[in-house]
């Protein structure tokens, strides 16, 4: 956390980012949060500068992305950005998001607990608010499509890759803020595509049964990848992918993981 940030004090406690317990903002003596956690607002007047406040929560499970993202975009008396705060997977993002209320969410799309699309759908009734919703921006690494047009389809008003600066990311909260769809160029393309298109529907239900880790592991069988380097690969166990494969083989009512590959490859995932 940059100096800039001293006044915004932590509440609440958390061990790993994986147990973290996400707290809202409480008494301002107890000790950082590592994982999830809840920032006291700044100093009133902060804002002044600026003319303009929007307050903001981040959800990533990288804790040093999380922290650079505070560091550039969260000095609140020069951007307007307040970051009332964070969360590294599903449970922490929703407890969080409701304990806080914030006008902007700034939300990983490849999250632990089922992903940024399981934030979107938990989230649904926070959305819906007409007295204060709460908008969604997807900040990801990932620019593949599926991901794209997934966490759109669940209710983000936007999508922007972790290639964009700290300038245009602030131009980006507040543009959400505002109710605007906010993309990168390409991006965009994706989403014109998918709901424009005459050959394919914009919704496939047999796609939207699995999860968004089943989604991931779906992907990494289709490109052939063992199940000890799936495991690797998404910080997980061995048996939880082949839990994993289980279940998106039942669920699309399939055989093995040859029939997999050439359901995925259809559909271009892979």
Request: charged fraction near 25%.
């Amino acid at each position: 956390m940059s100096e800039a940030q001293g006044d915004n004090r932590q509440a609440g406690s958390a061990g790993s980012a994986e147990s973290a317990e996400p707290t809202a903002a409480a008494e301002p003596t107890t000790a950082p949060a590592e994982g999830a956690q809840a920032v006291e607002p700044a100093a009133s007047g902060t804002g002044e500068a600026v003319g303009r406040r929007v307050r903001v929560v981040l959800v990533d499970d990288h804790r040093m992305f999380r922290t650079g993202v505070q560091a550039e975009i969260g000095q609140t008396e020069r951007t307007g950005v307040e970051v009332v705060g964070e969360a590294a997977d599903v449970d922490q993002a929703v407890t969080v998001i409701t304990a806080t209320r914030p006008e902007v969410v700034l939300l990983d799309v490849h999250l632990p607990g089922g992903g940024g699309v399981e934030v979107l759908r938990r989230c649904a009734p926070l959305m819906a608010d007409p007295e204060q919703p709460v908008r969604f921006l997807a900040l990801s690494v990932s620019d593949a499509a599926e991901d794209v047009i997934g966490v759109i389809r669940g209710g983000a008003r936007g999508y922007v890759t972790k290639t964009i600066t700290g300038t245009d990311l602030v131009d980006s909260v507040f543009r959400v803020q505002d109710g605007d769809a906010v993309f990168s160029p390409r991006l965009a393309g994706f989403v014109l595509d998918a709901f424009a298109s005459t050959d394919a529907p914009p919704v496939d239900e047999d796609l939207d049964r699995l999860t968004q880790r089943e989604r991931e592991v779906l992907r990494l069988i289709a490109r052939g990848y063992a199940y000890k380097e799936i495991a690797k690969q998404l910080f997980i166990s061995v048996k939880t992918v082949e839990s994993h494969v289980s279940a998106v083989l039942r669920k699309l009512q399939l055989s093995n993981r040859h029939e997999l590959t050439r359901w995925a490859t259809a559909r271009r995932l892979v």
